[in-house]
């Protein structure tokens, strides 16, 4: 596995296209493994091809990819990068490095902070007799549920605030009843509503845009079972994986993990 | 030595130091003469009274601009009442919008009699001049002990309105110009004809002070934290990594 980092330069109209459609992106993102064909169809559980923008700031929007083989991010240098600099060996336009010997040293308790940009979603119905349907979360409130309801399973546990942290002393309201808004070390911000078209041009009757909720999820996590943490974090978490959603990347926390 | 504060905030203010017949300017801050003479109104200290007022005019003052506020020029025309024949044209000049911590530093016994002749006026207090009221109660505290002026005004919060305030909201601190009075072995002070000697109402006297100016850093109470991005970089842990293993 490989983790790959792209800055984007965001003053070129080729980023402005790039990043105004998630499709576009993937696209663009898929062309990058020379070995990997449209046609190909993946093992259904193996390792995919995940990927994120981190727009830190408006000028600074990384987009991190994790993916099986090594990705060749030339057209998008050239596209949305910095080609001039990209002709100089030492600053080829894109950091990429071996994701695998992270993985394989991960081990229970070892504590991480991390960020998934994800798109929390439930399926629901209005009326009894209504065939349930796809529903955005929409309030930080659940879509940080949506997560510790994952939490398990992906193979991970979110940390606890010391209680000195909390404005809600024990994780309770004041009436003593459980509540997640102000317990756990997991913020959820950036928000995205996103609309955009996922054929250009044809057959304008059929042409319904794909919309989608993402949110930023940052905090911090002890593992809990590597095995399923390695598939969380190289088979993504959540729908939306082909639209920048689902990639959860881990960094050593400030004090030492 | 203790300190009194004073807040000095309202809609109009006109503090003059040398203006002269029908120009009546402001300065840019409160004088000294101006909040010395406010407060013997305000413990009833007569006009002739020079020998009273020398006590309070021994006092050492500081101001700390807490809102700058704006000039207002007023062109004023006016006729006698009486007569009907048309008085001089006069200019006067007013700080809108400002506001003021002032300090006084001296003998207990004094500050705490005028602190309480604030709460109970003689002769209502005002701004500089008779038509500006003060927007809020003036006096804000009396500081006993040995906290030196300049150290009260670093610690009064900042009095500015919450209008002006949220203007600065991106801002942890904001940094108070303060005009006080000179120690001795000070030199490179300005001078400002503002100490009073004398306001008997046929012959006021000023004499020459000298002010440093200084600025204080005073936490913003309406400071936001900016929302950026927590800083997250997943290379750093590969390179951890990679060091622990070779």
Not at chain 1, 211 to 218: A, E, N, P
């Amino acid at each position: 596995m490989f983790l790959t980092r792209f800055r984007v330069n965001t003053a070129r109209p080729g980023a402005r296209r790039l990043l105004s459609s998630p499709q576009a992106l993937h696209a663009a993102v898929m062309s990058s493994f020379p070995s990997l064909l449209p046609s190909d169809s993946s093992a259904p559980d193996g390792p995919r091809v995940l990927w994120r923008l981190d727009h830190n700031t408006r000028a600074e929007v990384m987009l991190y990819i994790v993916s099986p083989t090594q990705p060749d991010l030339t057209h998008l240098v050239e596209q949305a990068g910095w080609p001039a600099a990209a002709t100089d060996p030492d600053t080829p336009g894109w950091q990429s490095k071996p994701y695998t010997p992270l993985l394989d040293h991960l081990a229970v308790g070892d504590t991480w902070a991390f960020r998934l940009t994800a798109n929390p979603v439930h399926h629901i119905r209005r009326k009894d007799d209504e065939p349930r349907k796809r529903t955005a979360h929409l309030t930080p409130i659940h879509q940080m549920a949506w997560l510790l309801d994952r939490q398990e399973r992906g193979g991970f546990r979110i940390l606890e605030k010391p209680d000195s942290k909390r404005l809600l002393p024990g994780g309770t309201t004041h009436r003593q009843q459980e509540h997640h808004g102000d317990r756990y070390e997991l913020s959820v911000r950036d928000r995205r509503d996103l609309s955009f078209d996922k054929s250009r041009g044809q057959n304008l009757s059929r042409r319904r845009p794909v919309s989608l909720v993402t949110v930023t999820f940052d905090g911090r996590l002890e593992v809990s079972d590597p095995d399923a943490l390695r598939r969380t974090l190289t088979q993504g978490l959540g729908k939306a994986k082909a639209y920048g959603c689902g990639l959860m990347t881990l960094a050593s926390l400030p004090g030492g993990g | 030595m203790s300190v009194l504060t004073l807040r000095l905030a309202g809609p109009l203010q006109s503090w003059g130091a040398s203006a002269r017949f029908t120009r009546r300017t402001t300065e840019s801050a409160p004088t000294k003469s101006g909040v010395i003479g406010m407060l013997a109104a305000a413990a009833g200290i007569e006009r002739g009274d020079d020998t009273e007022l020398a006590r309070l005019g021994a006092l050492r003052y500081g101001v700390r601009i807490d809102q700058p506020g704006s000039r207002v020029r007023d062109f004023q025309t006016a006729h006698h009442p009486v007569t009907g024949k048309s008085m001089p044209l006069s200019e006067r000049f007013y700080l809108a919008d400002a506001v003021f911590v002032a300090a006084l530093e001296g003998d207990r016994a004094l500050l705490t009699e005028l602190h309480a002749a604030l709460r109970a006026p003689v002769y209502a207090p005002y701004l500089g001049r008779r038509s500006c009221p003060p927007a809020l109660p003036i006096e804000l505290g009396l500081h006993d002990g040995t906290t030196p002026l300049r150290q009260v005004l670093q610690d009064e919060p900042w009095q500015a309105a919450p209008w002006y305030r949220r203007q600065r909201r991106r801002d942890a601190t904001v940094s108070l110009a303060v005009l006080r009075e000179a120690d001795e072995h000070e030199d490179h002070a300005d001078v400002l004809r503002d100490q009073p000697l004398s306001f008997a109402a046929d012959h006021r006297r000023h004499a020459l002070r000298s002010i440093i100016g200084d600025t204080v850093e005073v936490p913003n109470p309406a400071a936001v934290p900016t929302r950026s991005a927590p800083r997250h970089d997943p290379f750093d842990a590969l390179e951890e990594e990679s060091a622990r293993c070779s």
